[in-house]
């Protein structure tokens, strides 16, 4: 309790969005659930980034995934920056958008040049698995939308607005009707 009497308030959820490049799909998907949160009010209960495991950091979000989110009123503003180990102990969910930056975000977690993570870990999962528990093989990846021209982006961010949803109903509860 605090001092006043009353319970302090609950730690925001703090989500982290892992692709390859941190240009296309994660920033789209960091922008999506900040929009989405902040529609339900847990603007204040949730904390969202991105990152890639190979960014060139300082890269604004790619033109196609600004286009598409600018089209259902999202801002994309970020710049794109690297995972690095200590996220994996920042952030509750780090949430991956293929079996390749699976595979890469995993090797982080165990012993390697940069040591091991200390402290609270993540949950670390494909993202597609949040809407889709039963996913299995390629349908367990959010495809990189970059060769895919427009219908590719608007594909990739109804996904992702699905992962958004389900997330927040996961930990916040469903979302109110209408």
């Known amino acids: 309790m605090d001092a006043d009497g009353s319970d302090p308030p609950a730690r925001p959820l703090r989500v ?13 998907a960091e922008g999506i659930l900040r929009h989405r949160a902040a529609e339900r009010g847990l603007a204040d209960r ?17 033109p196609r995934s600004v286009a598409i989110a600018r089209a259902h009123g999202i801002d994309l503003s970020g710049r794109s920056r690297s995972l690095e180990p200590e996220d994996l102990a920042r952030f509750d969910e780090v949430l991956v958008m293929d079996r390749r930056n699976l595979a890469d975000v995993e090797r982080y977690v165990r012993l390697s040049a940069f040591g091991r993570v200390e402290g609270p870990r993540a949950r670390i999962r494909l993202a597609r698995t949040v809407a889709d528990p039963g996913a299995r ?18 594909r990739v961010f109804e996904m992702l607005d699905r992962i958004a949803h389900a997330l927040l109903d996961e930990r916040f509860g469903p979302r109110p009707a209408g």
């Open 137 to 154: 093989g390629a349908d367990l990846d959010v495809p990189d939308p970059f060769r895919g021209g427009a219908e590719g982006y608007a």
């Open 46 to 62: 949730v904390e969202v980034d991105s990152a890639g495991t190979y960014a060139m950091d300082g890269s604004p979000p790619h």
């Open 16 to 28: 982290l969005f892992v692709c390859h490049a941190n240009l296309c799909r994660s920033p789209l």
